[in-house]
């Protein structure tokens, strides 16, 4: 069984929003950090943080998502939803929900997964956002 899952990709033009939802029982631990990411732009292997929870409350979010993009947590659905608006043709991209091992701040689980999110996390398969100009 999968531990997480997304839904809500799709595609859309720009200035439109899109909401992303990921659930399953990865989601059911509490005070854990949890995020979303995306392919890189670069290599589509690799992939970026563009907002995380920490478990401690605290936020992040991409530089390049400030102010579109609203990570939230709903602990009694055990879901994670990733609100993203005046999308961008550079939001294209496949994003990804991440329940992480980690109990830490956001700022600090984001320089974790980042050198070694595999080992810190359980990542759902990815869901296609297409932003067209």
């Known amino acids: 069984q999968a531990q997480v899952a997304e839904s809500g990709g799709g595609s859309v033009q720009a200035g439109g929003s899109l909401r992303l939802s990921c659930a399953g029982p990865g989601l059911t631990r509490a005070s854990y950090c949890v995020g979303w990411f995306r392919q890189t732009r670069d290599n589509e292997r690799e992939r970026e943080g563009v907002?995380?929870?920490?478990?401690?409350?605290?936020?992040y979010y991409a530089d390049s998502v400030k102010g579109r993009f609203t990570i939230s947590k709903d602990n009694a659905r055990n879901t994670l939803d990733l609100q993203m608006n005046n999308l961008k043709p550079d939001d294209t991209r496949v994003y990804y929900c991440?329940?992480?091992?980690?109990?830490?701040?956001?700022?600090?689980?984001?320089?974790?997964?980042?050198?070694?999110?595999?080992?810190?996390?359980?990542w759902g398969q990815g869901t296609q956002v297409t932003v067209s100009s």
């Open positions: 991440a329940a992480t091992s980690l109990r830490m701040t956001a700022r600090q689980a984001l320089t974790v997964m980042a050198r070694d999110g595999s080992r810190h996390a359980d």
């Open positions: 907002a995380l929870l920490g478990a401690d409350g605290s936020t």
